[in-house]
């Protein structure tokens, strides 16, 4: 997970302009910090990374990087959803050919359900030349 975390921001003024120019307090209240430190992050036009990080979540460009991520989960699980049914059709076919062809009438039989039994084909002897 750490490996998603941005290399590159934009600058605090940016991310702040994006956020719709919050006031120092509401900068300093957002981030868990006093006004003057915001302040002083304002002033200088950089906060430390962690603090840069955080807003940079919740600008366009962070929220944009959830919604790709997001889609792109959705799409890889629904194609797994897919696969994984498409398999299990497949072994329920295969276990109902292998439960049709292996039908005793057992009474002690590991099939939920009744089915026929196996119909007996008669032995034909091979003709001899």
């Known amino acids: ?5 941005p290399h590159q921001m934009p600058p605090l003024a940016v991310m702040l302009e ?5 006031t120092t307090a509401q900068l300093g209240r957002a981030l868990g910090v006093t006004e003057r430190t915001a302040r002083r992050w304002v002033a200088a036009g950089h906060a430390p990374r962690p603090a840069m990080l955080a807003l940079f979540w919740v600008t366009r460009w962070g929220q944009s990087v959830v919604d790709a991520d997001a889609h792109n989960q959705a799409t890889t699980y629904a194609a797994l959803a897919r696969a ?7 072994l ?3 276990l109902a050919r292998v439960l049709a062809l292996a039908d005793t009438g057992a009474a002690n039989s590991a099939s939920w359900r009744v089915l026929p039994m196996a119909t007996v084909l008669p032995f034909r002897r091979a003709k001899l030349a």
């Open 1 to 5: 997970m750490l490996n998603r975390l």
């Open 18 to 22: 994006d956020l719709g120019q919050p």
């Open 84 to 90: 994984l049914r498409a398999d299990n059709d497949a």
């Open 92 to 94: 329920q076919a295969d």
